[in-house]
């Protein structure tokens, strides 16, 4: 087991890592930027590290100033989180020259996963069912409409190098063909310097379904069944929950085998996630990507089976052995997590930086909150929104939404508007009471 | 407002003995205080709708702690490293209390990942202190000399 872990992020997650450390005896190194200097989860490492100004680009996406801290501190290993440099291959490799262990999976599973056209070609060899679309990258606008002909109106065009919803255009006809692959290669070279785009059909109304993977360095594999993600505004998770309220035993056998296979196909390791859309009928599901790192929403299915993932992330990279049997993995109960993020609803959930003068934790039976934030404490204006995750685990569905509501109630931020009266919107909306939703349904039914 | 202004009215405050000097020209104003030491010290000009842009060089924030004097400024380390005094073991240290520099003197070396980087001083003064030992580990933002500033 390493001695002493880099933690080369910030806020909720760093803290969920530092825990993580702690718990197994491993010494801890925290880098924040000077934005994130008085934030009280620093003192929880052993040690920290500034590593530059406020925006990311000069402090959390440094690799150069992470790995100079990690040699500094003599850290054997760094844990990226999520985000920032979680699924940049060449950091893993920089790290890894150096002699310092990054936890997470190999460059090349990485490389490989991170390209959607190429894992949706591994997905093709695995037997794994994909969405109808082009093999690879489109080359030209003829091509467009040759695949597009083929697999029928409505396309999704997408970013081969994107993620987290981003540089994705829709097309109904050839005519909005040609404008929409124009935008999304534009949005795409912008974001992730890459215009490479390919092809995908369109569903209507699918719902997200992703299956959490854990694989050792040495061909072990264990599934921990499946997260419903379908509660999103524009591609961004708003609400997750494992089991899925609509998915069969049948169903869920064969979404966790399709992952599995995919993941032993890619010489995973380490914690991964697969993601699926299920169609309308609910009886066919296709895979569209995996992620290669630990997600924001882990917890739910750390909730749902007892398995703590990030010690298993540590533990893999380490060289231990998955000491998980698949039998042995059960789904038990029901887990919900609401994202609180420090966004105003009302005013088309425009993120709301400053001061956060009063704060209370909900908390009782069944309840768990990951966050950073305290009353006191600055939202500083570089990152992403999130506070904090609110998860609720009950034995029964119905329970877990009552459990939640009750907690969107008790939290209390103030003067910051968060969007937890929104939560409790969609939890009382009818259609997701029922489990009956896709992931148009916030933008249909509570954005009109 | 100029430069030149800015001199004539130090030296007006400086003949008679005044403390505080507030001057207002249309929407400009500026406001010069002389300090007990016997410094002047110009408060910057108050411009409506200016926007405030942050300083794009070497860190400027962080903590106050290291200057009890308010007339010396810190040289911050711009990286993540080890900080050396001298080129390397057998020679004299770049620079020690007294010494003075330019804004292209070099100060001290910061190694990391086996590459040696020269920091340069960025300001013109003379060292009034250094704040870290030789073969320290140094963070961004790491106040490593306190440098009395030339005018």
Redesign the interface.
Known sequence: MFSRVLIANRGEIALRVLRACKELGIQTVAVHSEADADASYLRLANRKVCIGPGPATESYLRSDRIIAAAELAGADAIHPGYGFLAENAMFAEQCRDCGIEFIGPSAQAMRLLGDKAQARKLAKRARVPTVPGSDGPIEDDQKAVEVAGAVGYPVLIKAVAGGGGRGMRVAHNDAMLRGALKQARQEAENAFKDSSVYIEKYLERPRHIEVQVLGDKHGNYVHLFERECSIQRRHQKLIEESPSPVITSKLRRDLCYAAVKLARAAEYYSAGTFEFLLDHTGRHFYFIEANARIQVEHPVTELVTGVDLVAWQLRIASGEKLALDQHNIRLTGHAIECRINAEDPTRGFQPRPGRIAEFIAPGGFGVRWDSHVYAGYEIPKYYDSLIGKLIVHRMTRPEAITCMRRCLEEIHVEPVATTAAFHRRVLDHEGFREGQFDTGFVERELLK | MDIEQVRQLVELMKEHDLTELLVRDGDRRIVLRRGASGQVVVAPPVMPAAPIVPAPAA?P??PAAATEDPGLVPIRSP????FYAAPDPDSKPYVSPGSEVGPDTVVCIIE??KVFNEIKAEVAGTIEKVMVQNAQ?V????PLFMVRPRK
């Open positions: 860190p924030t962080g990286m993540v490293g080890t990391a990942m580990a963070e961004f933002g790491q």
